[in-house]
């Protein structure tokens, strides 16, 4: 897909969410497109429907009105394992949670995700260990989450979600359980993945200190997109060479 293609196409998306007889709009006629290449971060208060936009662009969720179109393909008009397929193969996750499985290594929590779309072992190895080495854990493959800081797991898993080389990673709140030093940190990974490689990534955040720093600021409020402004941020520099304990 060329970059000037859009990659991410959401129109009049609607989620309601039901419980009994009280119903709650989360998203209300939402529209966005998405490039490749562009970092875009989505910011607004608590409730604003930030993790709702993530999970229903990405098809975690279901809609309950609109289109999602994303790498050319209408997301709701798939079954359900076609639709997971399409997500393994073309989108990342980072979250808050790591969400990293306990008794694996850094390296085998990389691979796999790869393994289970049909990557050779071999191959996975490969691409995991390359993975880590490019997010500064070269030197951690064989460590488990309970041996690693919090800046370190969170490492582990952009490497995770990046070594399938998606089309787009959703990131949500990705530094919100580390400390201001490993929030930085992960951010000017995210960055410079994006800035030197292209790669596209959305990222929710309620830090306005990381709402700063991506080109493409979207804000929410009550289900709704209200701004979306493009701003001028420093380059993202190399990696910084300090430990990450």
């Known amino acids: 897909m060329g970059r000037n293609q859009p990659l991410l196409i959401a129109t009049g998306v609607r989620k309601v969410y039901r419980t009994g007889s009280v119903a709650v709009t989360a998203l209300l006629d939402l529209d966005l497109v998405v490039h490749p290449g562009e970092l875009v971060g989505v910011m607004g208060p608590s409730g604003s429907g930030k993790t709702t936009l993530l999970n229903c662009l990405s098809g975690l969720d279901d809609i309950d009105g609109g289109r999602v179109e994303v790498d050319g393909h209408d997301l709701f008009a798939m079954s359900d394992a076609a639709r997971t397929e399409h997500r393994a193969r073309t989108m990342g996750f980072v979250f808050q949670a790591f969400n990293l499985i306990p008794v694996f290594s850094a390296a085998e929590n990389v691979e796999l995700p790869l393994l289970l779309v049909g990557t050779r072992p071999r191959e996975a190895r490969r691409r995991a260990l390359a993975m880590l080495d490019r997010v500064g854990l070269g030197h951690r493959v064989h460590h488990r989450p309970n041996e690693m800081s919090g800046g370190e797991q969170q490492r582990v898993t952009i490497?995770?979600?990046?070594?399938g080389r998606p089309a787009i990673v959703w990131a949500d709140e990705p530094t919100g359980?580390?400390?201001?030093a490993m929030a930085i940190q992960v951010m000017d990974l995210l960055c410079e993945l994006n800035g030197?490689?292209?790669?596209?990534?959305?990222?929710?955040?309620h830090d306005s200190a990381i709402g700063a720093r991506v080109p493409r600021l979207i804000r929410?409020?009550?289900?709704?997109?209200?701004?979306?402004?493009?701003q001028r941020v420093p380059a993202p520099g190399p990696m910084p060479n300090v430990p990450t304990g």
């Open 177 to 180: 359980n580390l400390d201001s």
């Open 196 to 205: 030197d490689e292209g790669q596209t990534i959305v990222l929710v955040t």
């Open 220 to 230: 929410m409020r009550d289900g709704r997109l209200v701004d979306d402004v493009r």
């Open 159 to 163: 490497a995770r979600a990046l070594a």
